[in-house]
């Protein structure tokens, strides 16, 4: 036999998600490439491969591409329309920041843990005016 141990409204335990998508950006003042190995004069080279296809999952051993010596200052992570880390979302400081999510190690760029990306764009123009996706922890 069936008993209740909470006769509240369960629904009221649902809250939404902090996590969940997030947009990566470029500042404006990053000069972005897209080739199959760094390009000289470049902030940010963008490997070919990453642009292939619309949707994907990235591992961390995979290699996106290459940064110069400003490393990470170049992304900005967005969750909603908030950046994340240089504000509050909702009243709840929040403390991601773009190494949570991207590492850079001798100029190569990958991210941290496994991912399911969304580009929004293709090209270094853009990238620059929209981003280059949207990505969900996989």
Not at 69 to 84: R, T
Not at 108 to 122: C, D, E, G, N, V
Not at 131 to 138: D, E, K, M, Q, S
Request: proline fraction near 4%; charged fraction near 15%; aromatic fraction near 8%.
């Amino acid at each position: 036999m069936l008993s209740l141990v909470n006769n509240s409204n369960a629904n009221h335990d649902i809250r939404a998600e902090h996590h969940g998508l997030y947009k990566l950006s470029l500042t404006r003042n990053a000069d972005i490439a897209v080739a199959s190995k760094p390009v000289f004069g470049a902030s940010i080279t963008f490997h070919t491969d990453l642009l292939t296809h619309d949707s994907f999952i990235v591992k961390p051993d995979n290699l996106l591409g290459w940064v110069d010596m400003g490393g990470l200052v170049y992304f900005n992570i967005c969750s909603g329309q908030h950046p994340l880390g240089m504000g509050k979302v909702k009243g709840d400081t929040t403390t991601t920041l773009p190494s949570q999510f991207i590492t850079v190690e001798n100029g190569m760029l990958r991210f941290t843990t496994a991912l399911r990306i969304y580009l929004l764009a293709k090209t270094p123009r853009d990238i620059q005016e929209h981003g280059l996706c949207y990505f969900t922890p996989a």
